[in-house]
């Protein structure tokens, strides 16, 4: 079935530093890329998406790459601060899968002052 | 306006015993979803409810697990004879659909259950 892999599991980096997490998926017809923020104790929230006719989008110091060949897409946090320290998801939604997502597994970012 | 409610946010049962979860989405959000976190786990679909269609519960994981959603609005997960494995937090989201819309997810805080 539709799959979507996500790397690393668990990132720490130095304040000031880039956080990069990559995700890819299994199915090619797949057209909207999100990428969701959860802080502790509550739900995830859009940060930015991408769709299939993009290759890359920006947003102050977020930015998201998509490569439709290789099927995979990338989240980069420039210049991080102690507030980025959340759980990251990738999401893809599939071709036949109507509005629904398929989530990656997270990855735990943790941006030390 | 008022986001994605979700009732109770805590719930700790017994084996065995039945579970409700309550979603309330935005108003005007013709879909909803529920998905279920385990412990440092990603995002597992459950069911999308989309407007009057028949529900999509290919994710729902056993018998056990059910939901409606009346009216088109509030949506409730019923969970029967739970099992320790069903502890996790438990999470609704609802987004506009059709010509012009994101499909952006807009989630709730969740219902965390714990089944002792």
């Known amino acids: 079935g539709e799959n979507v892999e996500q790397h690393p599991s668990t990132l720490s980096v130095q304040e000031g530093d880039s956080a990069v997490i990559k995700c890819t998926y299994s199915?090619?017809?797949?057209?909207?890329f999100p990428w969701y923020k959860q802080e502790l104790g509550k739900g995830p929230q859009l940060i930015i998406d991408?769709?299939?006719?993009?290759g890359e989008k920006k947003d102050q110091r977020i930015a998201v790459t998509l490569n439709k060949t290789a099927k995979h897409f990338s989240l980069h946090i420039t210049e991080t601060q102690p507030e980025d320290s959340a759980v990251y998801f990738c999401a893809a939604r599939f071709n036949n899968a109507g509005n629904m997502l398929t989530f990656g597994g997270g990855t735990r970012l943790m941006v030390k002052p | 306006g008022a986001g994605v409610s979700q009732s109770p946010s805590n719930k700790v049962t017994e084996k065995g015993k039945d579970v409700e979860l309550r979603c309330d989405p935005i108003s005007g959000h013709t879909a909803l979803y529920w998905y279920r976190q385990s412990l440092g786990q990603g995002l597992e679909f459950l069911i999308y409810?989309?407007?009057?269609?028949?529900?999509?519960k290919s994710g729902l994981p056993s018998d056990r697990f059910s939901a409606e959603r009346t009216g088109g609005s509030v949506s409730t997960l019923t969970i029967q004879r739970t099992q320790q494995e069903d502890s996790a937090v438990y999470l609704c989201a609802s987004s506009v659909l059709g010509t012009g819309a994101t499909g952006e997810l807009f989630f709730g805080e969740g219902s965390r259950l714990t089944v002792l």
């Open positions: 409810f989309q407007g009057n269609s028949a529900p999509d």
């Open positions: 199915d090619s017809a797949s057209n909207y």
């Open positions: 991408i769709r299939s006719n993009v």
